[in-house]
């Protein structure tokens, strides 16, 4: 048996290079961490583009500098005329030689990245630079200097081509940190430096492999590292950096025949890109620079922007155990504003709402995955959790204006609405960086990726304002900005993308980000309590100043009204004490009308869940005889078609036969199918009956022993016992529908509850009525798992919108949240009451009926 070898395309290069990393500005960055992964204390992005540029006028030096690099005098002067001291574009030029001319000085433009980082031997190019995906940062996680390298797949080197065909690289290695490098006979050499070149081009060529393309190696005996750069380089900024800085070794890359023009526009978004490349805190231990030959003072250090004029701060600390610390700091309150009366209400009297709390600037709480992401644990094969590992988190919101009411209201501080728009405009967006490098393209701005945490579609979905009586506030992802922070070596199962951009969606990562926007609600659930105390508070101090502008305004409409009509009809007179009484009365129901008003906008929010369900309904009711006619035909169509079958071929023919090559056998289970759908039918019909949409007199013991009937084939197939002896001979006057609506969705959570639930013991829905004297009550009651105890506050279930329903590979919420809300609405419509109970296992409900519903 023969052995042989894979051959590899040089082509592969081309694709790793050009194909594989995103974009230019992708590329430039892939080459800065190869300098930080050198021990580099700076990395110098420098854009030698002086012939990118033809504007509208050029000085006679640039016009000299121009036929010095080649190009015809004739040509420039089809485009330029000489006015006065500079050369101005004609205006007859033809558009054509412009853009031929362009390009052909583009061809004089180079780019360079420096750094003064340990260097690389012979063998290091040789066995790790010119090795296509070497795993030496992979095996070698820290550098000589203690840092973790931020690469691991090793193709970063061939971001050279993504940007031109050619390139130079001058490297000077610190011999203290290498091997001397030897010749073909073992000997040591005096090398202090190598010339590495290679033309990209040469990767082109039908049938060529990788091992017959080749790059150029010259050793250098003598050189000055610094002078080399100081050769580079004209602008005097940098000029200064060199001379401060040791420069003794390090790495020159020249890039030529450029693959696009690096016009200033361009430069200035590299520039952008590399503010955010690193977070502000980390900027001393690795400097970055960027300059640009074409305008020498424009560019210079990149520090980033600490963020100081905050609204509010979150700062949370996750460890290994899966807790996080979480500091929230508050700056959005002027406290010397805010009464002190305002403390001394009821819910400002608790930690973290007290008046000490405020003052203090901050409040810090703990946290667990589990409290974060209630019951996926519970579902979690795959150890989630523990495979997300340490990281950090830091969260900035800032408002971008507010109104003087608002300022008013809620106390705001004073800001400068421009200066933070400018701020958030670059700035904006969470941001997440592994070992200090950003990854791109998340909260990138004016990227796809700007909002990859879904705030945006949080906020759509419940567009709720901040003092909303319900709850219900979801931050705007055009306010925030922050950071977080992971490693290669605590978060190992955050894995690239091969095109170097983003990380791959795994089960990890989403639950990663569900986390994420759960410490986020934390901040939201702060700001949203005091808003609606200080809202609440302001209608109550300024309730009789409100009413009073509202009467005024109102009476004074009232007489201007009166005084046209008298001046139109002639009659000279003046209001009358009846007409001041319809102002007084006109003023009552004003009040009144505002309160209906926010009664009415509650009622419109519910309703808008009601009508999506409603529709649900309608649908089903309107296709209930074409439903009924199928259910029909379920009942005997497989009986039919074995009939049929059995003519032609007698089913005792495969009584030994293997059930998939048994056409009876087959039947059966379509059989079983259609059995599961009729079941199926048989409810939703039943839900839409025209009499249960009728109030009536509902006998309890009828009424549930149908229910019972109804479940049966589904409490038969998940091993589920319905208990209802305890059911008393009552009966109210209600509609049928509402206790479908009521008890369908208790036994839906419970059937889910039991389906996920890892216990093993029998499972029992139980349910009981009796009455006092003033109620009628039923218990509900199941032995399942019961509520999380990560829902710290059990009446939560009842909020719309609230699950503990999640998929098991995101964490992402897959309940709708209104089965409990719509228990607790329909039962209180009722004038009833809902209390929880706590069995010793499982799930347990109280509903409570006042008695004048009963009837003998």
Known sequence: MAKIPFKVSARTARLIGRENIASSKGAIIELVKNGYDADSSLSIVYFDNKSSSLTDQISKDYYEYILQKGISESSLNKIYEFEGENYSLRNDFDKQILITLKKELSKFNSLYIIDDGEGMTQNIIR??????????????VFTKDGRVKSGAKGIGRFALDKLGDKCEMITVFNPKNHEPDTDVNGSPTSNKGYIWTVDWSDFEGE?????????DLIGINKISFKDEVSQIIENFNLQQIVSKNNFQYGTILKITDLREEWEDFYVQQVFSDLEVLVPAKETSDFKLFVFSSLHKNKYGE????ICDDFDYKIEATINKEE???????????DLELIDPEFFNRPAMQKYPYRKKDFENGYWEIERTFNQLIPGFADIDDLNTFANIGNFDFTFYYLKRTYDSKDAEKFFYKKFMPNQRKIWLGEFGGI????DIFRVRPYGEVRDVSFDWLGLGTRKSQNPAGIAKKDGGYKVNPDNVSGAINISRLTNVNFEDKSSREGLQENQTFNVFKRIILGIISIFENDRAFIAREMSAYYDEKNKHSINRKKAEDLVKSILEESTNKSENENTGEQSDPQEEKANSEKLILAVLNKEKDEQIERLKDEQKILRGLASSGIVIASFSHEFAHLNTAFESRIDNVKKLIEVKIPEIEYKSAEDYENPFAQLEKI???????????????????????????????????????????????????????AIQNLQMRVFEI???????????????????????????ISMKTYT???????????NGPGISPDIENPNKIFEALFTTKVNKHTGEEEGTGLGMWLVKSIVEDNDGKVNLLFPKEGFGLRIAFPIKYKTN
Request: hydrophobic share 35%.
């Open 772 to 782: 006092d004297s003033r109620e009628i009550i039923l218990d509900y009651q199941d």
């Open 127 to 140: 066995e790790h630079w010119m090795t296509i995906g070497t795993d030496i940062k992979t095996v070698n």
């Open 302 to 305: 990149i520090t980033g922007s």
């Open 323 to 333: 807790n996080i610390k979480i500091k929230i700091y508050r700056n959005e309150y």
């Open 671 to 725: 059989k079983k199918q259609d059995l599961k759908f009729q079941n199926w039918l048989k409810f939703s019909l039943g839900v839409v009956r025209k009499d249960k949409r009728r109030r009536k007199q509902l006998l309890f013991q009828n009424y549930f022993d149908e229910l019972k009937k109804t479940w049966k084939e589904i409490f038969d197939s998940r091993g589920i016992n319905m208990d209802i002896t």
């Open 738 to 764: 509402d206790f479908d609506s009521i008890f369908n969705n208790l036994i839906v959570n419970s059937i889910n509850a039991f389906v996920l639930s890892k216990i093993n013991r029998s499972r029992l």
């Open 207 to 215: 049938f060529k492999t990788i091992d017959k393309v080749k790059a």
């Open 431 to 434: 941001k997440l960086f592994r």
